[in-house]
Structure formats: structure tokens, C-alpha cells
Nanobody
Framework: QVQLVESGGGLVRPGGSLTLSCAIS????????LGWYRQAPGEQRELVAV???????HYADSVQGRFTISRDNARNTLHLEMNNLKSEDTAVYYC????????WGKGTLVTVSS
């Protein structure tokens, strides 16, 4: 049973930084895809950043240059470093792993506000 648990969300001021983590358990570390998605109130869930099994990354235009996705193979953990945060980054952030099928975490709330 693959399980994903996000952490690291919270309240941060505009221009600030935050790093999210996603601990993945229950399987070997051979995913087809790992990624971060977010859902703002009243909006659909959207892609933030993804990483292929080979390490290729892709970012949404809105976060390009500000966010960085990375993986720690030794700890089976996925990270999302977020810099220069804006109010429009406020959302629940979800971790996703594709391993035969899609697996999702329950999300962590990021609020960017002064």
C-alpha cells in the first residue's frame, strides 16, 4: 500500500519562502512520475511541478524560477522549495506519485498573506 504524507505547510508573508515535504512509503522508489499539485479555494486542482523517473522536471509557468522540486532517494521523500511566495500561491498542496496508478497525499495548506 503506497502512502504519501505531506508536511511543511503554513502561513508565510508575501516574498517569503517555504519548503514542503512528501514522505512516501509502501513501495520501492521506482516511480514513473512524482509531482506537486495545488488547489485554491473554488478552483480546480492544478499542476505545480513534476519530476519523471529519469529526473526530468517540469514547472507551471506561474511558479517557474521560484519553485524547485527535488527528491531524496535515501529518505524516500519529495520536496518542493518555494521562494518569493505570492498571495496567489495560497492553496492546498498535494503530493502525487504514479506507480502503476495515481497515488495522492491528503494535502498541506499553504497560506501567503501579510
Amino acid at each position: 500500500q503506497v502512502q504519501l504524507v505531506e508536511s511543511g505547510g503554513g502561513l508565510v508573508r508575501p516574498g517569503g519562502s517555504l519548503t514542503l515535504s512528501c514522505a512516501i512509503s509502501g513501495t520501492t522508489w521506482n516511480f514513473n512520475l512524482l509531482g506537486w499539485y495545488r488547489q485554491a479555494p473554488g478552483e480546480q486542482r492544478e499542476l505545480v511541478a513534476v519530476m519523471s523517473g529519469g529526473g526530468t522536471t517540469h514547472y507551471a509557468d506561474s511558479v517557474q524560477g521560484r519553485f524547485t522540486i527535488s527528491r531524496d532517494n535515501a529518505r524516500n521523500t519529495l520536496h518542493l522549495e518555494m521562494n518569493n511566495l505570492k498571495s496567489e500561491d495560497t492553496a492546498v498542496y498535494y503530493c502525487k506519485a504514479v506507480y502503476g496508478k495515481d497515488y495522492w497525499g491528503k494535502g498541506t495548506l499553504v497560506t501567503v498573506s501579510s
